[in-house]
């Protein structure tokens, strides 16, 4: 029995048709198209422009002497100039002269260092101490910015060495024009180039001071305006201060101080 149920089993499957499994379609997805790169100037035309604030052009306003202060005069002025050349450099004029004209001249060694101090001391200390030269004391002047303040020591000592940048480039002059010698090495050869561009900023300010209607020089200008004005005595002054101050009594009483004198 139990082949022929076998042999049953398999005639029956012979008949059982298989169904093929439903075949599904396949769809075929597009490819992502690359974007095309742009080129520079068309990123550049899409990318917004910056719109700059336009900016109002300053109007340049005239320096002139601030309110308040009144311009010394031109004897006040020239006081100013006569004292400080003799004090910053008096002394040099009896030092050229004994070496120039006395056939055995002195050691002038320590007056020459005299000399020296006190050129330092009016064209440095005392603008550093006081805002004023000794010039300045005694014809009762000194000098203000366009603010009314006080300005930097440093431009009174500029300023008073412009005597000593003009008596150092005569002298290259005259060595250059006179074939003199200062020996051939390098160093002599530096003073004489230095000397002869020295005339340059003295030059330049007294051309600025004559043709400029406000009266301002070089070293004024560069400074931001700087102009030299009357000044009384100072109750506040005490000691060797006030000595400086009596400078001016002395020069008020020679009749260097006249207050009816024009100024420039």
């Known amino acids: 029995m139990g082949l022929l149920e076998k042999a049953e089993k398999i005639q029956t499957d012979e008949k059982v048709i298989e169904t093929p499994a439903p075949v599904t379609a396949s769809v075929v997805e597009p490819k992502p198209v690359k974007a095309s790169k742009k080129s520079r100037r068309e990123r550049k035309a899409e990318k917004p422009k910056k719109t700059r604030p336009v900016k109002e052009k300053k109007i340049r306003v005239a320096k002139n002497i601030p309110v308040g202060f009144e311009a010394a005069t031109n004897l006040q002025k020239r006081t100013r100039r006569f004292v400080d050349f003799t004090v910053s450099y008096g002394w040099a004029v009896p030092v050229i002269a004994a070496q120039g004209y006395m056939a055995d001249p002195p050691d002038i060694t320590y007056f020459i260092i005299l000399g020296l101090l006190l050129t330092i001391g009016n064209l440095g200390v005392l603008p550093a101490y006081t805002n004023r030269s000794m010039g300045n004391w005694v014809s009762r002047t000194r000098y203000v910015n366009v603010r009314g303040d006080n300005p930097t020591w440093f431009f009174l000592t500029i300023k008073g060495l412009t005597t000593s940048f003009v008596i150092l480039s005569v002298f290259a002059i005259l060595v250059t024009l006179n074939g003199l010698s200062l020996g ?52 506040e002054a005490k000691g060797w201060l006030k000595r400086l101050e009596s400078l001016g009594d002395f020069a008020e009483s020679r009749g260097l101080l006249k207050e009816n004198e024009d100024t420039d």
Do not use: E
Not at 201 to 225: C, E, H, K, Q
């Open 184 to 235: 051939d090495s390098t160093l002599g050869m530096i003073f004489r180039v230095i000397g002869l561009l020295l005339i340059i900023p003295p030059l330049i300010d007294y051309a600025m001071y004559r043709r400029r209607s406000n009266g301002l020089g070089l070293w004024d200008t560069v400074f931001g305006g700087v102009w030299m004005v009357k000044t009384g005595k100072s109750a």
